[in-house]
């Protein structure tokens, strides 16, 4: 049995922020119900991309699909069916809108006091944003990620992946396990919620502190570490590296890889602190003693002297690297109308559990198979269908 297998999540999640969050309880075995508007009420049509397309695929992945329409009566009346034998309740609706349909956490609580309610939005629950509409470009632009991003002077840089949806994915499947390990104690539910904003400033991490704490505002560094001297991005005779390395063992290493003893005698980078100081001497010196050889080279040398050195790789060489392939991360996935189809497997390792690999549903897909399991007759269902309900 997988890990998470007794717990059964409903899903009404849409875009990316809310699905990352059910994806990391569903890929490790929770039985987890995507519920989606009947085709012909769903006002949300192309949010999160085509059904079959990878994006879609990718967050969806290792659910079964329903069709359920919370704006009915009867349809909300079903859901709280549901509710009544649920763990868990996810979504990423702007924070009025569960109230407006009766499923906020006092109205699922009442139904089921086990229950727990994980809600995602832009900018908190309450307070003078909460109503705002969330969108992760938005949220990495007020978060503060914009302004570290990017080349000095430049002007602000949106990073290349939505860091903030993601992000405030995996800090409400964390609230969600942390939840459910606390109602093993108290037999009670909680709400646990997270925003785009709140996951976007946590996960500024330390570029955050430099200010909390001491009163520095972060500056762009380009592809150089904004605190550790030397870590950049440089050329090589054919191509570019990153190499990382701080502190004085470090700078021993790299100097003695190179061959620059002589140069590493200057006064102006001889600690760590004076290397932080003259930056571009320090990256001038390194630059001009790699041209001398490949990036291939450079990166074997490096890792054998024990420091941290890679080449940068565009998406179709990510996966042809050779330990990228040896950890199996493109994970091939059986579709029955697009045929085996590869996506990207969870990143932690289990020792000893393999994640499923159920694809996307359809919509409604497995709507009665679902209500069947939850008690619903066959009579059941089709009234609620004739209603339009489900």
């Known amino acids: 049995m997988l890990p998470l297998a007794r717990f059964t999540v409903l899903d009404l999640t849409r875009v990316r922020a809310g699905p990352t969050a059910v994806r990391q309880l569903a890929d490790w075995g929770a039985n987890v119900i995507k519920i989606e508007a009947p085709e012909e009420v769903d006002t949300g049509k192309g949010l999160g991309g085509e059904r079959h397309g990878p994006d879609f695929q990718h967050v969806h992945r290792n659910k079964r699909g329903i069709t359920l329409n919370l704006k009915h009566p009867d349809g909300l009346a079903a859901f709280k069916r549901m509710v009544a034998q649920a763990d868990v309740v996810v979504e990423n609706y702007r924070p009025d809108v569960k109230h407006r349909l009766g499923i906020a956490y006092e109205d699922l609580a009442a139904v089921n006091p086990r229950i727990i309610l994980a809600s995602i939005s832009g900018f908190g629950q309450d307070g003078p944003y909460a109503r705002r509409p969330g969108f992760d470009q938005i949220a990495q632009g007020m978060g ?139 990256n001038a010196i390194i630059q001009e003693a790699l041209m001398k050889d490949t990036a291939e080279n450079w990166i074997r040398r490096f890792n054998e002297a024990g420091v941290p050195c890679g080449p940068v790789y565009t998406m179709d060489q990510v996966f042809a690297d050779p330990q990228v392939r040896h950890l199996k991360l493109a994970m091939p996935v059986q579709h029955p109308l697009l045929g085996e189809i590869t996506l990207v497997r969870p990143p932690m390792q289990i020792a000893g559990v393999e994640p499923p690999r159920r694809p996307t549903p359809e919509r409604g897909e497995h709507t009665e198979e679902v209500f069947r399991e939850f008690g619903f007759s066959a009579e059941e269902l089709a009234a609620l269908r004739a209603k339009g309900a489900v």
Not at 199 to 219: I, L, N, S
């Open 144 to 282: 503060g990620l914009m302004s570290v991003t990017g080349l000095p002077g430049q002007g602000p840089v949106r990073a290349g992946i939505p860091v903030a949806d993601l992000s405030a994915g995996l800090y409400t499947a964390i609230a969600i396990l942390i939840a459910l390990l606390e109602r093993e104690q108290t037999g009670k539910g909680r709400w646990v919620h997270c925003s785009l904003l709140e996951a976007m400033v946590g996960m500024m991490d330390f570029q955050a502190t430099r200010w909390t704490m001491a009163g520095e505002v972060p500056k762009q560094a380009g592809n150089d570490h904004p605190t550790t001297i030397p870590t950049g991005l440089f050329n090589t005779a054919d191509g570019l590296i990153n190499l990382a390395g701080g502190g004085q063992e470090m700078w021993r290493r790299i100097v003695a890889t190179l061959g620059i003893e002589e140069q590493a005698k200057d006064p102006d980078i001889a600690t760590d602190a004076l290397r932080s100081r003259n930056r571009a001497k320090v």
